[in-house]
């Protein structure tokens, strides 16, 4: 059922349950007055590599035990940009979509964003543009315990993904719950009704 109006999180490339949800609204709203939630898709997403399914979290500032998610800022002690980036390339050179996608987002991984809210709104915009999906995200003003949204900043719902094809998917044995790039990079549009 269509969810006119939902209420997420905000996720660095956040898996197809996510993106489904994105593209069925009439109205997306980025939840951006709550705490930052730890280990979460808020910083952390999934892909699929040689080796199986592989974390990659972007490391952040920390100033106190509560922090609103939009004043979260990246840190660069250590190169995780490149990091990141030779992961995504290693696992999906040689995914069918990969080389039409690249220059889209290897320039995410070679500027620094300061905000980690700022970073994933950009990325989930791009994603968006390459789906050709056209959505207005907006913001929420202040916290809401009980939105008129669908609240899933919490969880959303995981439904069925059809299974796609996956370059590194074991035997035929599908991976669900992966970055929606991982869908992009091995079906280019047809992430839109997977």
Avoid at 98 to 114: I, L, V
Avoid at 173 to 180: A, G, N, Y
Wanted: aromatic fraction near 14%; include cysteine.
């Amino acid at each position: 059922m269509e969810a006119t109006s939902v209420l997420l999180p905000t996720a660095y490339l956040p898996p197809l349950p996510y993106l489904r949800q994105v593209l069925l609204a009439e109205h997306v709203q980025i939840e951006v007055h709550e705490n930052f939630v730890k280990q979460t898709y808020r910083n952390r997403c999934d892909i699929l590599t040689a080796n199986g399914k592989r974390s990659l979290s972007i490391p952040l500032e920390k100033h106190g035990d509560k922090e609103l998610i939009s004043a979260k800022r990246i840190a660069y002690a250590e190169n995780w940009q490149q990091q990141h980036w030779r992961t995504i390339s290693s696992a999906y050179k040689s995914s069918p979509y990969f080389e039409f996608f690249e220059s889209d987002f290897r320039p995410f991984y070679e500027t620094r964003y300061e905000f980690l809210l700022e970073y994933n709104t950009a990325l989930l915009k791009k994603v968006l543009h390459l789906l050709r999906a056209k959505k207005e995200l907006t913001f929420t003003d202040h916290y809401e315990p009980r939105p008129l949204a669908t609240d899933y900043r919490a969880e959303w719902p995981a439904g069925p993904i059809n299974p796609y094809y996956q370059v590194f998917s074991i035997g035929s044995d599908f991976v669900p719950d992966l970055s929606c790039i991982d869908a992009l990079f091995n079906t280019g549009l047809e992430t839109r009704i997977l």
